[in-house]
């Protein structure tokens, strides 16, 4: 069978027993990265082991080697950097290629960074939306902001060290600047630190220095009334369409006609018109 195995965040002894058995039963280890796969059998004083390397570029070219192994009666045993694989992280083509051919796949729980953080933050106890990591690009990744702000729930994401400035500083046009944010940077390890404040004192805590480690973001819910919060993002939109020009318009215009239902040729239409007529008239 395939078997997925939830490892260490960051202090190796999180590992389980049944995690160490897993690892030490397994006919062919696979990995994401094998350097950190060899540093855990190390600790966990295994040997002599079978080990196949597949991170995100080789997992749909070698998911049909997991499938012949395991169809050959072997045990393969999947991990990836740290925590759950499938969370961010390669696996799900692994089970969908296994799983999809009748054959068996099982799991041990072990660390997430997600749970970890949803538990620390005091502020998913009605439940959470996971988003992983946002786009790069400010747009993109304020819309999603704004997407997750008008859940109902709480959010959690993650962050690189060189991006958690930005995040933070979009967080303060979405969330405000008294909106309640946990921040988790390198959980478990030896350098931890939990943050607990408002959107404003993380952004300046976070976002005027440079920053090393992995970071878990969570924005406690939103409790606006969702017809005003989606009426504030209608808005957003239409001021922003006002206010440029060429490729970006069509960009605004579809997003405009997914939140309206208008067909998306005639707010196109709509917007070049009111941009020129307020181009004419005078100040």
Sequence with gaps: ???????????????????????????????????????????????????????????????????????????????????MPGISDPGAKLVKAVSSAGLPVDAVPGPSAVVLAASLSALCESGFVFAGFLA??????????????????????FESPNRIGP???DALGVYGSEHPVFVGRELTKLHQELFYGSSGEASSHFGNSSQRGE???VFGAMHNDNSAL?????????????????????????????????????????????RRKGEMSPS
Excluded at 51 to 74: P, Q, R, T
Excluded at 136 to 157: M, Q
Excluded at 244 to 257: F, N, S, Y
């Design 136 to 157: 790069v690009k400010a747009g993109p990744r304020k819309k999603t902001l704004e997407n997750l702000s008008a859940s109902g729930f709480a959010s959690i994401v």
């Design 167 to 169: 995040l933070l500083n």
């Design 1 to 83: 069978m395939l078997i997925l195995l939830g490892t260490p965040v960051g202090n190796l002894a999180d590992l389980s027993d049944r995690g160490i058995e897993a690892l030490r039963s397994a006919d062919v280890i696979a990995a994401e990265d094998t350097r950190r796969l060899r540093v855990l059998l190390a600790h966990c004083h295994i040997e002599n082991k079978s080990i196949l390397s597949i991170d995100a570029n080789k997992e749909d070219h070698l998911s049909s080697k997991v499938l012949e192994l395991v169809n050959s009666g072997k045990t393969v045993v999947y991990t990836t950097d740290a925590g």
């Design 215 to 217: 970071f878990v973001v």
């Design 230 to 274: 989606a009426g504030k993002v209608l808005l957003d939109r239409v001021i922003e369409a006002l206010n440029c020009t060429g490729g970006r318009t069509k960009i605004l215009a579809e997003e405009l006609a997914e939140l309206t239902g208008v067909g998306k040729n005639q707010v196109y239409s709509m917007l070049v018109k009111a």
